[in-house]
């Protein structure tokens, strides 16, 4: 006789693997699968509200629209343009600037639509310095990744977490914004060092770029002036509520839909157009994995998974360890939003026997810098790496590879051993 054990087990690994293959569309695969588990009562509609996180949901659809929105002003633009101005022609300082604005930009805002602006500007300012664009781009996408790990808004699998574990954005800000700050810092010294031979301009060049550059005009970029300025106010807002929200007992879900439907009402923009920007496929990929990881939690293999591990790891520092480096790894060949979905009801029920809390900022190390691993191992990667190849630059799996790897593992192993000190050690 089939149980439902089987039958949430057979459904998750079957929409695991056709997430995996992309033979359909990810958000495809999780609608199904979660369909399946409805119908078959693995997962009681009474329950459904138990397992679908709309804290994580509205989040993002929240924030998806204060960005869509802040797009349409040219705010994205006209930074790209002054960040570049700012570097005067150095490569050192184009590298060190563009780092620190993707990572800055990452931390409060959708990745893929920091580097979908920025990478554009970076290809055309190599192309003016006449080397190679390789180490900036590499350099955008690993400071882009470590960014997203940086706030609870920063990166989906944050969110996930934070909403999971009921974790603020101070918390966030207080145990891992200084991990990522370092590990910014180590991961451009590392590429400076690999790269260090391609990154030079003589002095008569470097005044030849210099005028190109003071032929752009930021202002240019700026398409609504008015808009320009309301983005800049709805964002502060935001980002200053979300640092206050746990002291003013409101969810983060809520201070995004605050800021989403503020900037709507103060812009005028066109609800139609600016909601159908919003990455409505992400968001029901959301809806259904939750629902099918929900059928492992409710048929209680998670509960016995779990209690495997924690039978097997002595300690909170063993679980820290195995947790941070499991994640990363993981998350460097598959999506680590399905991983962290996965992750999250497992570490809870590691909590009868262990102090989960620092486990839940190794969750958030691993699934969030496991993504700098692999060319595939985040959308800011493919992303990148698509623009760059019809821009004629070709990065290869194996290129990205020999550098992503070794960035991901110095930067992982920071943070571990921060973590580590911290909670284990101190």
Known sequence: MITMEAVALAVFLFTYGLIMSERIHRTVAAMFGAAVVMML??????????????????????????????????????????????????????LLLFSVVTALVSSFLDNVTTVLLLTPMLLYISRLMEINPMPFLLSEIFASNIGGAATL?????????????????????????????????????????????????????????????ERLDEKAAIKDLALFRKSIATIGLVVMLFFLH???????????LFGASFILLWSREKPEEVLEKVEWATLFFFGGLFIIVGGLVETGLIGQLANWITSHIV???????????????????????????????????????????????????????????TAIGASANVVVIGIAEREGVKITFGDFLKIGMFIMMATVAIGVGLLWIRYVWW
């Open 153 to 213: 808004i920063g990166d989906p699998p944050n969110i996930m977490i934070g909403s999971a574990a009921k974790l603020s954005f101070m918390d966030f800000i207080l145990n891992m914004s200084p991990i990522a700050f370092i590990d910014l810092l180590v991961s451009i010294v590392l590429i400076y060092f690999i790269y260090r031979g391609a990154l030079k301009v003589d002095e008569r060049d470097r005044e030849k770029i210099n005028r190109t550059l």
């Open 41 to 94: 009562k693995v997962v009681p509609w009474e329950k459904l509200p138990e397992y679908l996180d709309l804290d994580t949901i509205f989040l993002l659809a929240g924030m998806m629209i204060i960005v869509n929105t802040a797009r349409n002003s040219g705010l994205f633009e006209y930074l790209a343009i002054k960040t570049a101005k700012l570097a005067k022609g150095s490569p050192i300082r184009v």
């Open 246 to 256: 746990d002291r003013l007992g409101v969810e983060p879900a809520v201070v995004a």
């Open 315 to 373: 300690g909170e520092g063993e679980a820290l360890i195995a947790i941070a480096w499991f994640s990363a790894f993981a998350s460097a060949i598959i999506d680590n939003i399905p991983f962290t979905a996965t992750m999250i009801p497992l570490i809870k029920a590691m909590g009868g026997s262990l102090n989960v809390y620092p486990l839940w900022w190794a969750l958030s190390l691993g699934a969030c810098l496991g993504g700098n691993g």
